[in-house]
C-alpha cells in the first residue's frame, strides 16, 4: 500500500509538471467578453486580465527608461471590428535591484480595459476577436526577453435574451507564447477553443470501443474473477482492486501522452517534409491493414508471459493496470500508435496528457462498472466474430489516419474527395459486406448505426472540400490588391542590398510546407506588410530540393533546422538575431519586426554577423 501512495503522489507531481509544460510560468493571459451581448453598432469594453508569476514583474505601458519594452495590446484586423486604445491601470513606481533607477511595472494580477465598436451592418451571431499582448518579464537578477502573448475571446452578438449563466457567455482562452513554439500553442488553442468536448469524448470513445477487440474483451471477465479471488467476498475491496487497476492504467497512457507532446518538437520540423509525412501515412496503413488479418501483430511470449502473471494484493493489481497496454498490444496498440503521432505533432503537453487520460478512462470503465456490478457479470455478451468486426472499424480508421499526414502534398480537391471515398468504402464493407456470424438482430441494428456514421461523416467531408474548393476561386476572383515584389536569393542581391544600403528580408521556403502557403496567403498579402516591404530588399530562398549541395549549404550557413524560417539582414549582411522567427507569425507580428528591423538597421551591437562571401 505504501509503494502504491508514493506512485500516487509521484503521478500527482508529474501532473503538475506537464501542466506547466503546456502553461507559461510567467505571464498568462485570460480575455473577457462583456457580460451581456452587443448589439450591431453598439460598444462593448473587453477585460484582459495579466497573471504574473510571484518573483516577477513586467514594464508597465509607460516605462519610465527608453529602452525598456513596454507591455502593449494589439488585435488582429476584423472586418466590421473598431478596435479603441487599450486603457492600462496605474502603475508601480519602484526601485528593484534590477535596475539603478526606479521602474514603472506592473506585479501580481494586472486588468486592461479595451472598447471595441461593431458597425451597424456586423450580421453575424458572435465576433470572434484575437489578439495579443506584448511583455517583458524581470526577476530581481534578470530579465526574459519580450513576448508576445496571444488570446481570443468570443462576443456574443445581437442576443437579447440573458443566457443563465454567465460562464457560458464568455470563451477566454490562455495561449502562452515562447520563442521557441507557436505551432504547439496555436494546437492547445484550438483545443481548448473549438474541441475541449469533442476531443476527449472521441478518446474516451475510443477507448471504450477498444474494450471490445479480441484482445482485451476476453480478459474482462478473466481479471474481474481474479480482483473477486483477492476481495474474497469483500464488495469493497473488489470495487478497490478495479478502482487501482484503472488507475494503473492512467498512468501509463498520460505519461505516454505527455512524452509524445515533449517530444513532438524533435519530429515537428521534419513532419514538414514530403518524404516523413509519406512514411508515417505509409506506417498507418500496414497497421491498418494489421487489423484485417493480412498478417498477424504479436508480442514476444516472454515478454507476455512476464508481464501478464499477476501478484497478489493491491501491488499487484496496480503493476496489472501499468502493462495492460503491453498485453493487448496486438489490438490496441496501432490505435494508440495513430493517437500518439497525433500529440506529437501538437506538441502540447497539457493535450497529450488529457486524451490519453480519457482514452485510459475509456478502457478502464468496464471494469468499475462491471466490479461495482459484480453479479452481472455473466450477462456480458460471448466472444465471437463481432469482436473481429470491430477490430476491422479500427483498421479504416487508422486507413483515414493515414490520409490525413497527406493533406498537405495534395489539393484540397483531392484530399477531400479521397477521404470521402475512404469513409463511403468504410461504411459499405462494415455494413453489408463483412461477414459476421452473430445470432438476433442487435449487432444488425448496431453495424447498420456504425455504417452510417461513416456515410455521414464521407458526406460531411465532400461537402466542406467542395465549400472549400469554391471559396478558393471566389478569392481568386477578387480584385487584385498590391503584392510584395520578391526576388530570389542570391550573392547579387545581398550586395544590390549593400549598395543601395536597405537592410533584406529572407523567407526560407519550400513548395511542400503548409505554414509556408498560410504566410503567403494571410501574412504577406496584408496591405500594411506590402507597403512597408518597399523598404526591403525582399529575398525567397527556396529550400524545397532538400537533397541538393547547393540547398544544404545554405541551410547550414544560416543554421535552418526547418522552414518557414524568417530573418532579416543589415545591408551588410549582418544578421539581427533576435528578429529571426520560424513558423507561421500573424501580420500583426510580423509588422512588428519589419518596423524593428528599421529601427536596429545602424545599431550593430546587437547582432550578428554572417559573410556572405
Same mark, same amino acid.
Given at each position: ?19 506547466? $509544460? ?5 505571464? #498568462? ?21 495579466? /497573471? ?20 502593449? &495590446? ?6 466590421? &471590428? ?19 533607477? %526606479? ?10 480595459? $479595451? ?23 524581470? @526577476? ?31 470563451? $477566454? ?6 520563442? $521557441? ?6 494546437? /492547445? ?40 479471488? *483477492?476481495?474474497?467476498? @469483500? ?36 513532419? *514538414?517534409? %514530403?518524404?516523413? =509525412? ?7 496503413? +500496414? ?31 496496480? +503493476? ?18 495513430? =493517437? ?49 468486426? &470491430? ?16 493533406? !498537405? ?8 474527395? #479521397? ?30 448505426? &456504425? ?110 533546422? #526547418? ?7 543589415? %545591408?551588410?549582411?549582418? /544578421? ?28 550593430? !551591437? ?8
Amino acid at each position: 500500500m505504501k509503494l502504491i501512495i508514493k506512485i500516487y503522489i509521484v503521478f500527482l507531481i508529474f501532473i503538475s509538471t506537464a501542466w506547466a $509544460a503546456g502553461v507559461d510560468s510567467v505571464v #498568462g493571459v485570460r480575455a473577457f467578453a462583456p457580460a451581456d451581448p452587443v448589439q450591431a453598432g453598439g460598444d462593448a469594453a473587453l477585460t484582459i486580465e495579466l /497573471e504574473i508569476a510571484r518573483s516577477y514583474h513586467i514594464n508597465s505601458n509607460s516605462p519610465l527608461q527608453d529602452y525598456l519594452i513596454p507591455t502593449s &495590446v494589439e488585435f488582429d484586423p476584423l472586418p466590421g &471590428v473598431t478596435f479603441d486604445d487599450a486603457v492600462f491601470p496605474e502603475a508601480d513606481v519602484k526601485k528593484l535591484p534590477v535596475s539603478d533607477t %526606479p521602474m514603472s511595472v506592473y506585479e501580481r494580477a494586472v486588468k486592461i480595459t $479595451a472598447a471595441i465598436r461593431l458597425a451597424e451592418d456586423f450580421s453575424q451571431k458572435e465576433a470572434i476577436l484575437h489578439g495579443r499582448v506584448r511583455s517583458q518579464a524581470c @526577476d530581481r537578477n534578470s530579465c526574459l526577453p519580450p513576448v508576445w502573448t496571444p488570446f481570443s475571446v468570443v462576443v456574443p452578438v445581437g442576443v437579447t435574451a440573458r443566457p443563465p449563466e454567465t460562464d457560458l457567455q464568455t470563451l $477566454a482562452l490562455t495561449v502562452n507564447d515562447s520563442p $521557441a513554439a507557436s505551432i504547439s500553442d496555436a494546437s /492547445e488553442a484550438d483545443f481548448y477553443r473549438r474541441g475541449l468536448f469533442l476531443n476527449f469524448l472521441l478518446a474516451f470513445l475510443g477507448g471504450l470501443a477498444l474494450n471490445l477487440t479480441p484482445c482485451v474483451y476476453p480478459l474482462i471477465p478473466i481479471t474481474l474473477a481474479w480482483f473477486g479471488g *483477492q476481495a474474497r467476498g @469483500d464488495k469493497a475491496a473488489l470495487i478497490a482492486h478495479a478502482g487501482v487497476y484503472v488507475f494503473g492504467m492512467a498512468v501509463t497512457y498520460s505519461i505516454l501522452g505527455v512524452v509524445a507532446a515533449l517530444t513532438g518538437s524533435l519530429f515537428g520540423a521534419a513532419l *514538414q517534409y %514530403p518524404a516523413v =509525412l509519406s512514411c508515417i501515412a505509409l506506417i498507418m496503413a +500496414l497497421l491498418a491493414l494489421g487489423m484485417f488479418d493480412v498478417y498477424e501483430l504479436r508480442m514476444p511470449a516472454f515478454l507476455t508471459s512476464r508481464i501478464g502473471a499477476p501478484r497478489a494484493g493491491l501491488t499487484g493489481t496496480l +503493476l496489472m493496470g501499468l502493462t495492460v497496454g503491453i498485453v493487448a498490444a496486438p489490438c490496441i496498440g496501432p490505435f494508440v500508435l495513430g =493517437l500518439l503521432t497525433y500529440v506529437g505533432e501538437s506538441g502540447s503537453a497539457l493535450v497529450g496528457f488529457s486524451l490519453f487520460f480519457a482514452l485510459a478512462i475509456g478502457l478502464g470503465l468496464p471494469f468499475l462498472v462491471l466490479g461495482f456490478f459484480s453479479g452481472n457479470i455473466h450477462r456480458l455478451p460471448r466472444s465471437g466474430d463481432w469482436m473481429v468486426w &470491430v477490430r476491422k472499424i479500427f483498421g479504416f480508421v487508422l486507413f483515414c489516419m493515414a490520409w490525413y499526414f497527406m493533406r !498537405s502534398l495534395l489539393s484540397t480537391l483531392t484530399w477531400s474527395l #479521397g477521404l470521402t471515398l475512404l469513409l463511403m468504402i468504410g461504411g459499405i464493407y462494415l455494413a453489408w459486406v463483412a461477414q459476421v456470424t452473430v445470432a438476433g438482430k442487435t449487432f444488425t441494428v448496431f453495424r447498420n448505426i &456504425v455504417g452510417g456514421l461513416f456515410f455521414a461523416s464521407a458526406l460531411y467531408f465532400a461537402v466542406t472540400g467542395v465549400e472549400m474548393v469554391l471559396s478558393e476561386k471566389t478569392a481568386a476572383a477578387e480584385p487584385v490588391k498590391e503584392s510584395i515584389i520578391w526576388e530570389n536569393f542570391s550573392r547579387e542581391n545581398l550586395l544590390k542590398a549593400r549598395e543601395e544600403q536597405r537592410p533584406v528580408f529572407i523567407d526560407f521556403y519550400a513548395d511542400w510546407c503548409a505554414p509556408c502557403r498560410e504566410l503567403d496567403a494571410k501574412t504577406y498579402s496584408n496591405q500594411e506588410v506590402v507597403r512597408l516591404a518597399r523598404r526591403f530588399v525582399m529575398l525567397k530562398a527556396d529550400l524545397t530540393a532538400g537533397d541538393d549541395p547547393a540547398v544544404r549549404n545554405l541551410m547550414e550557413r544560416y543554421r535552418i533546422r #526547418g522552414v518557414p524560417t524568417l530573418i532579416f539582414l543589415r %545591408p551588410d549582411g549582418g /544578421e539581427m538575431a533576435s528578429l529571426r522567427g520560424t513558423g507561421f507569425v500573424t501580420a500583426g507580428t510580423f509588422l512588428d519586426r519589419m518596423t524593428r528591423a528599421l529601427r536596429a538597421a545602424d545599431d550593430p !551591437s546587437q547582432l550578428t554577423l554572417f559573410d556572405f562571401d
